[in-house]
């Protein structure tokens, strides 16, 4: 496998993904501790509802989410509840959590072209997602760069919905 920077480099880092094992404590911690505000409440999350893959296959699996955006990129948190998804594997490895992938982002017309490459050069896909606002794939790139590389492709609708995120007030 070749060096996946030179995939990566004019890309746009969007979000930083922490997997933990207490998303209340998480947002207690990044909010008082570190003045990271923001979080709303945790939502839970239905693998089925979004019809997010896991190695090829739709899984029945739930977590708990919640994400702000700190004025330079999204934080997002996820604590895995029950069934089977890259972020139960994350936790399973690592029972403490951390930081379980880095997502980078681009137009949804770049999306094949950037994914079409990590595939060529042996990354596996790990879990795919087609939403309204974003086609997301999760590539184990975890011999390269130590965590999971989500690659988005961003809805012009996808845009929008950023936009009216970023714009809110970072206390």
Avoid: C
Avoid at 21 to 33: E, M, Q, R, Y
Avoid at 63 to 71: A, D, E, P, V
Avoid at 121 to 128: C, D, Q, R, V
Wanted: zero cysteines; aromatic letters at 10%.
């Amino acid at each position: 496998m070749k060096d996946i920077t030179k995939i990566t480099k004019d890309l746009e880092l969007a979000q930083i993904g922490w997997v933990v094992p207490d998303i209340h404590a998480a947002v207690a911690f990044l909010s008082n501790a570190l003045g990271i505000p923001g979080f709303p409440p945790p939502e839970l999350v239905r693998a089925q509802d979004l019809n997010m893959t896991y190695y090829g296959e739709v899984v029945n699996a739930e977590w708990l989410t919640t994400q702000t955006y700190n004025g330079s990129a999204f934080i997002e948190l996820v604590q895995p509840l029950s069934g089977q998804s890259m972020f139960h594997d994350y936790l399973e490895q690592h029972p403490a959590g951390g930081t379980q992938h880095l997502a980078f982002r681009l137009p949804v017309s770049d999306f094949e072209r950037i994914t079409g490459k990590l595939s060529e050069e042996g990354y596996a896909l790990i879990s795919k997602v087609d939403h309204p606002v974003a086609r997301m794939a999760f590539f184990d790139t975890t011999k390269a760069l130590g965590l999971v590389t989500e690659i988005m492709g961003i809805t012009p609708a996808g845009w929008i919905a950023l936009e009216q995120m970023e714009k809110k007030p970072v206390i």
